[in-house]
């Protein structure tokens, strides 16, 4: 039969032993030092002077006195004298001079965070956490909480979001229902981007900056800008509508829309081309009549769309939205600079032209050819070409 236990070393009571109190009262001497095992301090290297019955501390390297020798002991005052025991690998302990949970490695004695104190040994290479939820394979951290704080330690703090390459992904995924609303960082490239989604697959980037210039783009907002609008218009002496052509020469305007009370649809009429989605603010334009004849002038101003086919020069393909429209604008006869502002609320339903169209207002009577030198510029929220 053995001498001992096999974990804790206690004595055991032999067949036919005499005076078995003995080996009884040394097994609960044992147990009463092991179990719930709290010491003074650890690595203690000198016994105290005067030490109270029951105090324990485990023995560091070096000790001198009755503990030299016993590195890594737990050594305990009991009956006037030190009891000694050699500790197996993951007993633990509770250090009241450390105020922390240490467990023995076979060596030394090792600070462990479970239970409290300040050690993180125990929270090293753990497959996942899961702080009231349970982690994953994917989110091996998990936090179900109404907030999570990080907090700086005295100075500043960074949250690290570190990818292995340029292609891989490092961002800020924000979810409705665990689907995918908004996303933030770098995906799939070293460019910061943010980018929405309505339904977690389908996502539409909306702000890009540039990792090697720092340029910052928009693609899927429109750009406010001042479109310039620069023409000499031909006042004709039949009063007809003219609008913009393509000359380089002398940027005359002279395309004839004909004499009506409204002008003619003619795709050939051209201005400034807006793509799809741009947002018309306004015109501010600023011109003279080189002649007095000319009384007025009345102005309308167009946007013109239609088939972007082989058959996009005919007219009954052509679409035109009226943005404005009035006779007798004040651009009046004489040679002062004068000026409109024209504020207008319109968004291109798909690619076109937008254009001036304008005539001398009723009751002008020109002898010859005139002129209006017209010079301003449109204010466009323009949406992106690609």
């Given at each position: 039969?053995?001498?001992?236990?096999?974990?804790?070393?206690?004595?055991?009571?032999?067949?036919?032993?005499?005076?078995?109190?003995?080996?009884?009262?040394?097994?609960?001497?044992?147990?009463?030092?092991?179990?719930?095992?709290?010491?003074?301090?650890?690595?203690?290297?000198?016994?105290?002077?005067?030490?109270?019955?029951?105090?324990?501390?485990?023995?560091?390297?070096?000790?001198?006195?009755?503990?030299?020798?016993?590195?890594?002991?737990?050594?305990?005052?009991?009956?006037g004298g030190w009891l000694f025991v050699i500790p197996s690998p993951g007993w633990r302990a509770w250090g009241l001079t450390e105020a922390?949970?240490?467990?023995?490695?076979?060596?030394?004695?090792?600070?462990?965070?479970?239970?409290?104190?300040?050690?993180?040994?125990?929270?090293?290479?753990?497959?996942?956490?899961?702080?009231?939820?349970?982690?994953?394979?994917?989110?091996?951290?998990?936090?179900?909480?109404?907030?999570?704080?990080?907090?700086?330690?005295?100075?500043?703090?960074?949250?690290?979001?570190?990818?292995?390459?340029?292609?891989?992904?490092?961002?800020?995924?924000?979810?409705?229902?665990?689907?995918?609303?908004?996303?933030?960082?770098?995906?799939?490239?070293?460019?910061?981007?943010?980018?929405?989604?309505?339904?977690?697959?389908?996502?539409?980037?909306?702000?890009?900056?540039?990792?090697?210039?720092?340029?910052?783009?928009?693609?899927?907002?429109?750009?406010?800008?001042?479109?310039?609008?620069?023409?000499?218009?031909?006042?004709?002496?039949?009063?007809?509508?003219?609008?913009?052509?393509?000359?380089?020469?002398?940027?005359?305007?002279?395309?004839?829309?004909?004499?009506?009370?409204?002008?003619?649809?003619?795709?050939?009429?051209?201005?400034?081309?807006?793509?799809?989605?741009?947002?018309?603010?306004?015109?501010?334009?600023?011109?003279?009549?080189?002649?007095?004849?000319?009384?007025?002038?009345?102005?309308?101003i167009y946007f013109q769309h239609g088939a972007w086919d082989g058959s996009r020069n005919t007219n009954g393909e052509t679409s035109r939205?009226?943005?404005?429209?009035?006779?007798?604008?004040?651009?009046?006869?004489?040679?002062?600079?004068?000026?409109?502002?024209?504020?207008?609320?319109?968004?291109?339903?798909?690619?076109?032209?937008?254009?001036?169209?304008?005539?001398?207002?009723?009751?002008?009577?020109?002898?010859?050819?005139?002129?209006?030198?017209?010079?301003?510029?449109?204010?466009?929220?323009?949406?992106?070409?690609?």
């Amino acid at each position: 039969m053995s001498q001992t236990s096999p974990s804790l070393a206690l004595p055991l009571i032999q067949a036919a032993q005499a005076q078995k109190h003995v080996t009884h009262n040394e097994a609960v001497e044992l147990l009463d030092l092991l179990v719930q095992l709290v010491v003074q301090a650890f690595d203690a290297t000198t016994p105290p002077g005067t030490a109270s019955e029951g105090q324990a501390w485990t023995i560091g390297a070096g000790a001198s006195g009755a503990w030299s020798g016993r590195t890594g002991q737990i050594a305990s005052w009991r009956g006037g004298g030190w009891l000694f025991v050699i500790p197996s690998p993951g007993w633990r302990a509770w250090g009241l001079t450390e105020a922390e949970i240490r467990v023995y490695s076979g060596a030394n004695w090792v600070a462990s965070a479970t239970g409290g104190g300040s050690g993180l040994s125990d929270f090293n290479n753990l497959d996942g956490v899961g702080i009231n939820a349970t982690s994953d394979t994917i989110n091996k951290l998990v936090v179900a909480a109404e907030a999570t704080l990080l907090n700086h330690d005295g100075a500043g703090h960074q949250l690290k979001l570190n990818k292995s390459a340029t292609a891989d992904t490092a961002s800020l995924l924000y979810q409705t229902g665990f689907s995918g609303r908004a996303e933030m960082g770098l995906a799939g490239t070293d460019d910061f981007a943010i980018k929405v989604s309505p339904d977690g697959s389908s996502f539409t980037e909306a702000l890009r900056i540039d990792a090697t210039n720092g340029a910052v783009t928009m693609p899927t907002s429109p750009v406010r800008q001042i479109l310039p609008y620069q023409y000499r218009h031909y006042l004709y002496s039949d009063l007809r509508w003219t609008a913009p052509v393509a000359n380089g020469g002398s940027w005359n305007a002279s395309q004839s829309l004909g004499t009506g009370a409204e002008p003619n649809v003619d795709w050939d009429a051209r201005g400034l081309f807006l793509p799809a989605g741009s947002q018309v603010h306004g015109l501010h334009l600023a011109g003279n009549l080189n002649n007095a004849e000319p009384d007025d002038l009345d102005l309308r101003i167009y946007f013109q769309h239609g088939a972007w086919d082989g058959s996009r020069n005919t007219n009954g393909e052509t679409s035109r939205d009226t943005l404005y429209s009035q006779n007798t604008v004040g651009i009046t006869a004489g040679t002062a600079m004068q000026r409109l502002a024209i504020p207008l609320s319109y968004s291109t339903p798909e690619d076109g032209y937008l254009f001036l169209a304008l005539r001398p207002s009723a009751g002008s009577i020109l002898t010859n050819t005139r002129y209006a030198q017209l010079s301003g510029g449109f204010d466009v929220a323009c949406a992106r070409l690609f």
